[in-house]
């Protein structure tokens, strides 16, 4: 049964709303919660998961896309190893549906963007021992770094170890297993480098603050 015009609009007019005043803020009470959160910020309403705040920085004027997860530590009542296993810069965004699983370190530095569902971790499980189920193996947690001005295209994963260079693009649905150097254009699964931005001429690198 459809709603009448009226009402339907309402309905989306209430949760626009909604999303804007249930949003986390610097203001918000929820933002206390965070080992920083930066002024103009802003995690949109909806989120999918939340947990370890105490782990998680968050720089200025960095907008966060809603039914994201973001966590540091392996559950919300574990100590955690520091109040920095996420950090994300200055003027990021993350897009909408994105996850960022952090168990050690993952320093995602300024005007970093994500297309949505981009998923990055720092911990991934063990498969040697054939008796015990995999989802119980765990593997050496291995710290993740995305440069600054770098950006990450839909679909995409960062695993383990990775160091992402400043000013990368990382192709949409691409999986990143290994270090990626300064302006380079990557894409594949695993992803490989497919160009550089320093062999265009109309391009050259922008300069860009130190991280």
């Not at 966590?71 to 296993?85: F, H, Y």
């Not at 897009?95 to 960022?100: C, D, F, N, P, Q």
């Not at 960062?158 to 949409?172: D, N, Q």
């Not at 990626?180 to 550089?196: E, H, N, Y």
């Amino acid at each position: 049964m459809r709603l009448p015009s009226w009402l339907a609009d309402a309905v989306v007019a209430g949760w626009e709303r909604l999303g804007t005043a249930a949003a986390i803020t610097r203001d918000s009470n929820r933002s206390d919660r965070f080992a920083d959160f930066g002024a103009g910020s802003m995690i949109c309403f909806p989120a999918a998961a939340l947990f370890g705040e105490s782990g998680i920085r968050i720089g200025d004027d960095t907008l966060i896309g809603p039914y994201i997860s973001i966590s540091a530590g392996m559950a919300p009542s574990q100590s955690l190893l520091s109040d920095r296993i996420v950090d994300i810069g200055n003027r990021c965004l993350i897009g909408r549906g994105s996850s960022i699983v952090g168990h050690l370190s993952i320093r995602i530095e300024d005007d970093v963007y994500f297309g949505p569902n981009v998923y990055v971790t720092d911990q991934n499980h063990g498969h040697t021992d054939l008796a015990v189920p995999i989802g119980h193996q765990s593997a050496p947690e291995k710290p993740v770094s995305i440069g600054a001005g770098s950006w990450i295209g839909t679909n995409a994963v960062i695993l383990p170890g990775v160091s992402i260079g400043r000013h990368v693009v990382v192709g949409a649905g691409s999986i990143v297993t290994g270090d990626l150097p300064d302006f380079s254009i990557a894409a594949g699964v695993p992803a490989r480098v497919v160009g550089s931005q320093l062999d265009d001429p109309d391009l050259g690198p922008a300069p860009l603050a130190a991280p």
